[in-house]
């Protein structure tokens, strides 16, 4: 299996702009993790889907953010407008639970934003 | 709410010692899983560990052990026979567990940046 797969990796943008964040999950996980990381707070949950529909949005910062999963394959996170506080490393993980108490949270590669 | 407390950013060993790196913790949690995650300068999140909270044994995976004292809320990692493929941020991690068959997100500390030196 490929892995989780983010796209695109590095991303620069201005100020005011739209950006879109995609994610392709393993094949057959039900679950789907955004998190952000950036130096002041360190890794932190955005949003996170069950199936396909959202189960806890809470950590979204505000309306600008954005995110949709239309299928289990395919997720996006967006951010409209972007502002320069927003720049930071935005990593989508997957896992298979299925029913069973755990299970691992495999990562992607993560993008990298920077909005000017 | 619960949170996770790393409480050295950074830490430098030497190649073939050994180094903890420390992880507290707070919840009013009874079950939970625990994790230490390792993000090298490519960025990658890899999952070195893995603790269960009803587990007493202390998990191992060949040169990575934890010391989890429950009572004390505290998941240290050791380190032994460090490598230089051993630098990287250190992240320690928890996961409510959730009945029913769901799973719930991470809680990550602010990491330690370990330096494995030649």
């Known amino acids: 299996d490929a892995g989780v797969i983010q796209s695109p990796r590095h991303e620069v943008t201005e100020m005011g702009q739209e950006v879109t964040l995609r994610c392709k999950p393993i094949s057959g996980h039900d679950y789907l993790f955004w998190y952000r990381q950036t130096m002041m707070r360190g890794l932190e949950l955005l949003i996170y889907f069950n199936n396909n529909v959202p189960i806890d949005d809470s950590g979204m910062p505000e309306d600008r953010f954005s995110a949709k999963m239309p299928n289990a394959s395919f997720s996006t996170l967006k951010i409209q407008p972007s502002e320069p506080r927003d720049s930071a490393v935005y990593f989508c993980a997957s896992s298979l639970v299925s029913g069973r108490s755990y299970n691992e949270q495999f990562f992607g590669p993560g993008t990298r934003l920077t909005v000017l | 709410a619960q949170t996770v407390t790393q409480s050295q950013p950074e830490m430098s060993v030497q190649e073939a010692e050994t180094v903890t790196l420390s992880c507290t913790y707070d919840t009013s949690e009874s079950n939970y899983y625990l994790f230490w995650y390792k993000q090298p300068p490519s960025r990658q999140m890899i999952l070195v560990i893995r603790?269960?909270?009803?587990?007493?044994q202390n998990a191992t995976e060949n040169r990575f052990s934890v010391n989890f004292q429950k009572a004390a809320k505290s998941f240290s990692l050791k380190i032994s026979d460090s490598q230089l493929g051993d630098t990287a941020m250190y992240f320690c991690a928890f996961m409510k567990h959730w009945d029913g068959g769901s799973q719930g997100n991470l809680i990550f500390g602010k990491g330690t940046k370990l330096s494995v030196k030649p």
């Open positions: 603790q269960e909270a009803y587990k007493q």
